[in-house]
């Protein structure tokens, strides 16, 4: 029987299990990415975590200090008053020699234009069949298509995993990455079902050993359940699933009453969420989390997460086809 674990993205990012660490802000630095590829995924560090492109230098020299194996960068666009130089960030991956990227937000035509003139792979995340065509049409690699249950920014249109991959399978002739609410070999077998050639995880790798995140964090999430988080910035159309707590709680309450987002800028503040990173104080700020913490219950290193997932998909995939 052929290998199932071997699909179109090991082959595209050459990579030895289809399981790949999502960029997260703060979270995805050099060890955390390098330990995920050490075990045979892909780890991905999250460039506007580093204060400047020179920074993202030092960081991309750290992870290569850390393994050989493939890595990649995340670059997220989103809406700022005062934007990162992207194109300095671009530069930056580019001149270090990165040959994977996983883009994220606004429509990224112009650095994907330069990623490609450079030889550099792009994996562009989105939370739509609409999008993912038209990240397509620009000439990416592959999608990550991340569905409602993700932590992050799940979209406006609501639409969960299961329906959202198998219809951007069908709709793209790239490979499709399936991503939220993914924890366990269970998912990474569904998703291979469902057509996708591989998946990401947020929430999962944030509580492994090699994350820098607080311990007391990576224990609330063991604790929660699938229902601890909360959707916030919904009326601004820039919806963020985080984890449930009387911050957020203030912030979705003060914005149903049509307040501004001047009026909830201190509730979600970047320093304030950072905070629960660094000290393990989940009530200090919103901190991003996703539905998948109902099916978290221990913090591994990468280097058994990422084997256990493939030998559970492997198990699910045997137990059905016997
Ligand atoms: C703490 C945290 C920070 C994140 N920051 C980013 C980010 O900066 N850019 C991005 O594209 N995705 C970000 N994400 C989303 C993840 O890359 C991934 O798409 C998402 O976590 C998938 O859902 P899951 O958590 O259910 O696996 C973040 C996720 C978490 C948990």
Not at 91 to 106: K, Y
Not at 135 to 156: N, Q, R
Not at 207 to 213: L, Q
Not at 215 to 243: F, M, Q, Y
Request: proline content about 5%; aromatic content about 4%; hydrophobic content about 45%.
């Amino acid at each position: 029987m052929m290998n199932p674990m071997r699909t179109a993205i090991t082959d595209l990012l050459g990579i030895e299990h289809p399981v790949i660490q999502g960029g997260m802000q703060w979270v995805a630095t050099a060890p955390l990415a390098a330990a995920v590829s050490e075990a045979g995924g892909l780890g991905i560090i999250s460039a506007l975590t580093q204060p400047t492109p020179d920074a993202l230098r030092e960081e991309i020299a750290r992870a290569r200090e850390l393994t050989d194996r493939p890595f990649g960068v995340n670059l997220t666009f989103l809406p700022a008053i005062t934007p990162p130089p992207y194109e300095q960030y671009v530069a930056a991956i580019i001149d270090s020699g990165v040959r994977i990227v996983e883009t994220a937000g606004a429509k990224p035509t112009e650095a994907v234009a330069a990623f490609k003139a450079a030889g550099v792979t792009v994996i562009h995340k989105c939370t739509s069949v609409r999008h993912a065509r038209s990240a397509e049409a620009i000439g990416v690699d592959a999608v990550t298509i991340d569905g409602f249950e993700c932590a992050g920014h799940p979209g406006e249109d609501d639409v969960g995993g299961l329906v959202l991959v198998p219809a951007a399978a069908r709709a793209l002739g790239v490979p499709v990455i399936a991503c939220g609410g993914i924890a366990d070999g269970r998912g990474l077998a569904a998703a291979l079902a469902l057509g996708a050639e591989g998946i990401a995880m947020g929430t999962r790798f944030l509580v492994t050993a090699e994350s820098r995140v607080h311990d007391d964090v990576k224990h609330a999430i063991v604790a929660g359940s699938e229902t601890d988080t909360r959707l916030v910035l919904r009326e601004l159309r820039n919806t963020s699933r985080v984890a449930d707590n009387s911050v957020a709680r203030e912030a979705a309450e003060v914005l149903a009453g049509g307040a501004e987002f001047s009026e909830v800028a201190h509730l979600v503040a970047g320093a304030r969420g950072r905070s629960v990173w660094e000290t393990g104080d989940t009530e200090a700020g919103i901190w991003t989390a996703g539905q998948s913490m109902g099916l978290i219950d221990d913090i591994p290193a990468c280097g058994e997460l990422v084997p256990r997932i493939v030998a559970e998909a492997e198990g699910v995939l045997t137990r059905l086809t016997r």
